[in-house]
């Protein structure tokens, strides 16, 4: 049967090539379009995050093309991610579109065997394994070269905020790339192979903590969803390796992030890091986008010379 899924920016080609690997018959998710905002943002609920109107227009885009199976993450976590599929499954099949939903388990690895199992019956856990390690080591020399560029630059960015819209470039209207067409050097600490070895981490209960942890947490000493408590930790990391300022991407109406931000805010005054917060939903347009992204580079480069 045909598979698809939602597009997850620079590594859909990659995400494509490994359903193949793990013997599945894949369409390839379309590129994101105005028809396909249009079509997410139609269907969805109105208060819902950009990155559940994105993925849905996608899906129907998908199922339009000639799938019949649409594999979906379940973070199985506290963002609500947890509840994409169902919810979407249950809007599409009211659109009448025919086809089945098949949410990956990403954090338990049991369950995630047996739900890969649902899409490739025949995989054994071994080729699941040799799979997993041939897609994060393909990942992982994506985002080495990304870090390449620039490496030498006087100025340095991190980007942190929620996962879908850091990753996914059309949603963040190729942020990663016109910072590096400005001379700067960026760090996307959520790209796909630190959010792989995250997941494995959590899988396995290897913990994540570090000296900045301990520092986050006296901040916000409270687990909530998605990134948001990691993304506090990174910003300070960011400081302490005298990172020249931050840019923090978040969907409007993501509650994890949009809980953080006092917080964000205040790390910034105690460390003198300078944070751009940029909200995105389908109403930004990329000339403010880009006038706010300039406008923050000069900054920083002002601060830089002045130093």
Not at 90 to 99: A, L, N, P, R, T
Request: glycine share 6%; proline share 4%.
């Amino acid at each position: 049967m045909k598979i698809s899924f939602p597009r997850y920016g620079k590594y859909t080609d990659l995400l494509t090539e490994l359903i193949i690997k793990l013997g599945g018959d894949v369409i390839a998710p379309p590129s994101i379009t105005k028809h396909t905002v249009e079509l997410g943002t139609k269907y969805a609920p109105g208060d819902i995050c950009y990155p559940f109107k994105i993925t849905l227009g996608t899906m129907i885009e998908s199922v339009e093309k000639g799938a019949e199976i649409i594999i979906m993450a379940n973070s199985d976590g506290w963002c609500i991610l947890r509840c994409y599929n169902v919810v979407q499954e249950e809007i599409m099949k009211s659109m009448g579109y025919k086809f089945s939903m098949r949410a990956i388990n990403i954090r338990k690895p049991i369950k995630f065997f047996l739900d890969v199992r649902r899409i490739s019956p025949s995989i054994s856990p071994l080729a699941l394994i040799k799979g997993m390690r041939w897609f994060f080591r393909k990942a992982r020399d994506m985002d080495e070269a990304e870090k390449e560029v620039n490496k030498n630059s006087d100025i340095k960015i991190g980007i942190i905020g929620e996962v879908f819209v850091c990753n996914e470039n059309t949603v963040n209207m190729d942020i990663v790339k016109k910072l590096q067409r400005m001379g700067i050097f960026v760090d996307r600490w959520l790209c796909l192979s630190n959010n792989v070895a995250m997941l494995f981490k959590d899988m396995f209960g290897i913990s994540n903590m570090n000296k900045y942890s301990a520092i986050a947490s006296k901040y916000f000493p409270v687990r909530i969803g998605g990134h948001a408590n990691e993304n506090l930790v990174r910003l300070i990391r960011y400081a302490k390796e005298d990172y020249d300022g931050v840019i923090m991407l978040r969907p409007f109406t993501c509650t994890p992030e949009t809980v953080i931000e006092p917080i964000v805010e205040r790390i910034s005054r105690d460390y003198n890091i300078p944070v751009l917060n940029l909200s995105i939903d389908e109403s930004t347009l990329e000339t403010h986008f880009q006038t706010r992204i300039e406008s923050f580079v000069d900054m920083l480069k002002m601060g830089s010379s002045a130093r």
